[in-house]
């Protein structure tokens, strides 16, 4: 339990200040304290015996609007009889009218300028939309194919002997020789060391003293501790490990396999593509797989086209035919349509 310490009031009326909290009256005016009074202690030392002080905290009269003692069973300033609210609901009320103007802010006034500003910014983003949109909508040409050519290419492989190592002999392998490596590495506890780190905590580094307002002209003085923090040194164990090698047998071999051996072409300008022609050595040899590509070229009186297309359509499309053309932004060709 703190001390008692007698607080002070201002009046509103004849604007006297540090009023005493034991009296109920202006000592200038004579008004009592209204629904405007807050107590605020001037000095810590104005220590008053705790017996001093009402119990509870003053009342408000709904009659004249002035304050009467918690002890007080009629208004000492018009004699009506108790009712209304006590001091600190009279506060909360205040609190609660004062701030009520600060939440509704009055619109905000732009002069001409602030107004144009977002009307430029959506031109100049429709206009850049605008070009945007158009730099990628395919646009149609008429052109007339000019050139054709094709080519086809067949990957051979040739079963022949390699040198290759591996933990384990596979099957039709000739062994060379073998030798004990470094298979994987096995985590392993070599040993702890000792660290150290800092550990924060918090401790009272002192008390501040606070005034409660008791509502009644008094304050009641009470202790707060003040927080901070320091740092202690920790030690502890810290696991060390270390690598250690797991070592097998390792095979050096040379084994029979497929692997590349060379690519045959053929190309032409003709209608008729047809796929190259050679021999393949027997159970030594064998196709990898096979490619094909069709291009063919277009021009207009502006620009000339390169493309490539599938066989049925490229085969479709002769040197002389006019054809329809679907451009991208970039010039390349999308798609390709016999012109009717």
């Keep these: 339990m703190g001390q008692m310490i007698e607080g002070r009031w201002d009046c509103s009326s004849c604007g006297k200040k540090m009023i005493q909290g034991r009296y109920k009256h202006c000592p200038g005016c004579g008004k009592g304290r209204g629904a405007d009074v807050k107590f605020y202690v001037a000095d810590p030392n104005d220590v008053v015996a705790a017996d001093v002080p009402e119990k509870g905290p003053d009342w408000m009269c709904e009659y004249c609007q002035s304050y009467a003692p918690d002890s007080a069973k009629y208004c000492p300033n018009c004699g009506a009889p108790r009712s209304g609210k006590d001091y600190f609901e009279v506060q909360k009320e205040q609190a609660a009218a004062q701030a009520q103007p600060q939440q509704e802010s009055a619109p905000v006034t732009r002069g001409p300028a602030s107004k144009r500003a977002p009307i430029l910014l959506i031109i100049l983003a429709a206009v850049a939309a605008f070009f945007l949109i158009n730099s990628l909508i395919p646009r149609n040409a008429d052109a007339q194919i000019t050139a054709k050519a094709w080519q086809r290419e067949i990957a051979v492989q040739s079963l022949e002997w390699v040198d290759d190592s591996d933990w384990t002999l ?43 307002d008791m509502g009644n002209g008094y304050f009641q003085s009470y202790q707060v501790p003040q927080y901070a923090t320091r740092y202690r040194t920790e030690y502890y164990d810290e696991a060390v490990y270390r690598d250690e090698p797991i070592y097998d047998t390792r095979y050096y071999f040379k084994i029979q396999r497929w692997v590349y051996n060379r690519t045959l072409t053929a190309s032409g300008e003709a209608d008729t593509p047809y796929w190259p022609e050679e021999t393949l050595a027997a159970d030594t040899e064998r196709e990898y797989g096979r490619s094909e590509r069709y291009a063919l070229k277009c021009a207009n009186d502006k620009n000339t086209y390169t493309t490539e297309l599938p066989f049925d359509q490229w085969q479709a499309l002769n040197i002389g035919d006019k054809v329809r053309l679907k451009l991208s932004s970039g010039g390349s060709i999308l798609e390709i349509t016999k012109a009717d």
């Excluded at 070599?190 to 918090?202: K, M, N």
């Design 170 to 212: 596979p099957q039709g392998a000739e062994l060379k020789e073998t030798a004990r490596e470094i298979r994987d590495y096995e985590r392993v506890l070599d040993h702890y060391e000792t660290r150290s780190r800092q550990v924060p905590e918090q401790y009272i580094s002192g008390y501040s003293t606070e005034y409660r």
